[in-house]
């Protein structure tokens, strides 16, 4: 089984190096604060699952525990049977540049306790994996022993922003899945519980040779939250502006003006 990258700070940025302390196939910066070298979670994904947590309690540095992506994660040449990459954070998460892969599929999955906010023309393209938004835990820790919520606190793609998970080649589009709730206990404030959608979300089959592939499912959840079993309703609301589009296809059979995927 692949490895899989474990990062434990309070804050995390990923940037253009590598700071706050000495990494290697698990991650445990020596300071409140640690930026990570874009590149070298890239090189990662070709063989490893990747896992960035904040771990705030673990780094005891009373940071609000936000990973936010400068540099870029574009064209991952990600190992062929599928990789994931997992932010986990213990307040929000701020893409604001693209992941995107260009080798297989590559399951995106954005936890957070707090907004996740995919900043204007950072698109998120996993062909074929499935790219999914839900809650974390308030130290930020994804070990399996501590609970966490099903629900991050709100999510936005702003205009200009693309989430895409057509399949590739002979392959069936990757699911989108996001489910927010209002989060009242934080420390930059209460969350709204809303999915916002200003840019687009496509899923589809991918170029069929002989058999037309599905798209993803699309599967939009506001306002409802599940914690140890116990399921509670909050405020939430769905909104898709003027500008959002959610298109969900599938891909033609090769040969075939009429064969399509589910």
């Known amino acids: 089984a692949p490895g899989e990258w474990l990062l434990d700070p309070a804050d995390v940025t990923i940037g253009t190096s590598t700071t706050g302390g000495t990494y290697s196939d698990l991650f445990y910066p020596s300071s409140t604060t640690a930026t990570v070298q874009a590149s070298t979670i890239i090189s990662a ?3 490893n699952h990747v896992t960035i947590s904040t771990n705030s309690g673990a780094a005891e540095a009373g940071n609000a525990g ?3 992506i400068t540099s870029s994660l574009a ?3 990600t190992n062929s049977s599928g990789r994931r990459l997992t932010f986990f954070a213990a307040e929000d998460i701020n893409v604001n540049n693209t992941i995107s892969s260009t080798g297989g599929p590559l399951k995106v999955r954005l936890r957070a306790q707090g907004d996740v906010i995919i900043a204007n023309n950072a698109d998120i393209i996993t062909n074929g994996g499935d790219f999914v938004v839900s809650g974390a835990n308030d130290i930020g820790d994804p070990d399996t022993e501590f609970a966490f919520n099903s ?3 709100s999510f936005k793609l702003s205009s200009g922003s693309e989430i895409i998970t057509t399949g590739a080649a002979d392959a069936a589009g990757g699911d989108v899945t996001i489910d927010t709730s209002v989060r009242s206990t934080s420390i930059t404030g209460t969350s709204t519980g809303d999915i916002e959608i200003f840019g687009n979300i496509t899923t589809s089959g991918g170029t069929a040779t002989s058999t037309g592939q599905a798209g993803g499912d699309v599967t939009l959840t506001a306002g409802i939250n599940t914690l140890s079993g116990t399921t509670t309703t909050t405020n939430g609301q769905i909104i898709i502006d003027a500008g ?3 298109t969900a296809t599938g891909s033609n059979a090769g ?8």
């Open 151 to 153: 629900s991050a606190g």
């Open 255 to 262: 040969g075939s003006s009429n064969a399509t995927g589910g």
């Open 45 to 47: 994904l070709e063989n």
């Open 75 to 77: 064209n991952i040449n």
């Open 244 to 246: 959002g589009n959610i």
């Open 66 to 68: 936000t990973i936010t």
